[in-house]
């Protein structure tokens, strides 16, 4: 066998197989993202808390909006906090789960714009929830 036909896999120096090695072997780190046990456990785990994220935060908005004797300031400022939340939780924290367990073959990030989009995307959603919470602690 030969490094190419390993694929995400090399072989070093000595020819013992090392599995779990992206890039260059002279950063040789072992990637337990790439084991497929741990990549299917990371893709299970945060789909559950992408589901519950969404479905929780789409169920406040829902709420808040279909009832008006809820319509209060402190409530919108619930809204809003949900309304990041659920923008963290369905943009940003499916872009991450691609991230931990896409095969390094795949070079999902070698392009400017995908990484561009969830680095800049996610600390603005961060930062509207912190600072949501702060104006509620504020207005309290």
């Known amino acids: 066998m030969d490094e190419e036909s390993l694929g995400w896999d090399y072989y070093q120096g000595n020819n013992s197989y090392v599995e779990g090695v992206c890039g260059d072997l ?22 559950s808390i992408i589901f519950l994220a969404v479905t929780g ?37 499916p872009l991450k789960l691609l991230e931990y367990t896409a095969p390094c073959e795949w070079h999902v990030f070698n392009s400017d714009a995908l990484c561009s989009v ?21 207005e309290r």
Not at 26 to 47: E, K, M, N, P, W
Not at 118 to 138: D, E, G, K, N
């Open 26 to 47: 002279s950063d040789y780190h072992r990637d337990y993202t790439q084991v497929a046990g741990i990549r299917y456990f990371i893709a299970a785990l945060y789909s």
């Open 118 to 138: 969830l680095y800049y995307f996610l600390p603005i959603f961060v930062f509207a929830s912190v600072l949501t919470l702060v104006a509620i602690s504020l």
């Open 57 to 93: 935060n789409s169920l406040v908005i829902w709420t808040v909006w279909r009832n008006n004797h809820m319509h209060t300031v402190t409530n919108y400022y619930i809204v809003n906090l949900a309304i990041s939340d659920l923008l963290v939780s369905a943009i940003v924290m």
